[in-house]
């Protein structure tokens, strides 16, 4: 199921929003994945170069049933904006994308961008880097999380698209 929606129309109606309750990350994330706009509840990962956790998520089911039908999830790393290793590549994104999760949102690196890219999963990040992680099974999931200096947490709704990257406690479409 696609919902539609444009983050400049929902930054319109929230933008006097002074609860904390409607977010907006800085504009640093570039574009990686096939899907340029997509939206879902959040699940969260922190970790700093070590993507054992990322994997996990991406290998499990990305989807909830909702009353309006499965939409999928979206799956936001704090990975401490590290710019050294790559917590996502070609194989985990594919993963994402088989096991219906709607996007990624990464502070920290990607790698195999040309694989990205043709995977039916909306993949935003920092910038590229071909070095992997290493895995030490260290990190931490479903916990608040800061991204760019934004509190991201479990269940907020995450949307994204060309112009931005906005969170809300609620779903707003």
Same mark, same amino acid.
């Given at each position: 199921?696609? #919902?539609?929606?444009?983050?400049?129309?929902?930054?319109?109606?929230?933008?006097?929003? &002074?609860?904390?309750?409607?977010?907006?990350?800085?504009?640093?994330?570039?574009?990686? @994945? $096939?899907? %340029?706009?997509?939206?879902?509840?959040?699940? &969260?990962? %922190?970790?700093?170069?070590?993507?054992?956790?990322? %994997?996990?998520? +991406?290998?499990?089911?990305? &989807?909830?049933? &909702?009353? =309006?039908?499965? #939409?999928? $999830?979206?799956?936001?790393?704090?990975? /401490?904006?590290?710019?050294?290793? !790559?917590?996502?590549? @070609?194989?985990?994104?594919? !993963?994402? *994308?088989?096991? /219906?999760? *709607? /996007?990624?949102?990464?502070?920290?690196?990607?790698?195999?961008?040309?694989?990205?890219?043709?995977? !039916?999963?909306? #993949?935003? !990040?920092?910038?590229?880097?071909?070095?992997?992680?290493? $895995?030490?099974?260290? @990190? =931490?999931?479903? +916990?608040?999380?800061?991204?760019?200096? +934004?509190?991201?947490?479990?269940?907020?709704?995450?949307?994204?698209?060309?112009? @931005? #990257? +906005?969170?809300?406690?609620?779903?707003?479409?």
């Amino acid at each position: 199921m696609t #919902i539609s929606f444009a983050t400049c129309d929902l930054c319109d109606v929230h933008k006097n929003n &002074t609860l904390g309750d409607f977010r907006v990350l800085p504009p640093v994330f570039k574009d990686f @994945g $096939k899907l %340029k706009s997509f939206s879902g509840p959040v699940v &969260t990962v %922190k970790c700093f170069e070590d993507n054992t956790l990322v %994997k996990a998520a +991406v290998d499990s089911d990305g &989807t909830v049933d &909702t009353p =309006q039908g499965k #939409i999928g $999830k979206v799956l936001v790393v704090d990975g /401490g904006g590290s710019l050294r290793r !790559a917590l996502l590549g @070609g194989n985990l994104g594919a !993963a994402a *994308a088989r096991n /219906g999760w *709607a /996007g990624v949102v990464i502070d920290g690196c990607v790698r195999d961008t040309a694989e990205l890219a043709e995977h !039916a999963v909306g #993949i935003r !990040a920092l910038a590229a880097m071909p070095l992997p992680t290493e $895995k030490r099974n260290q @990190g =931490q999931a479903d +916990v608040a999380v800061q991204v760019q200096g +934004v509190w991201v947490r479990p269940g907020d709704w995450l949307y994204a698209d060309q112009d @931005g #990257i +906005v969170v809300s406690a609620n779903a707003l479409v």
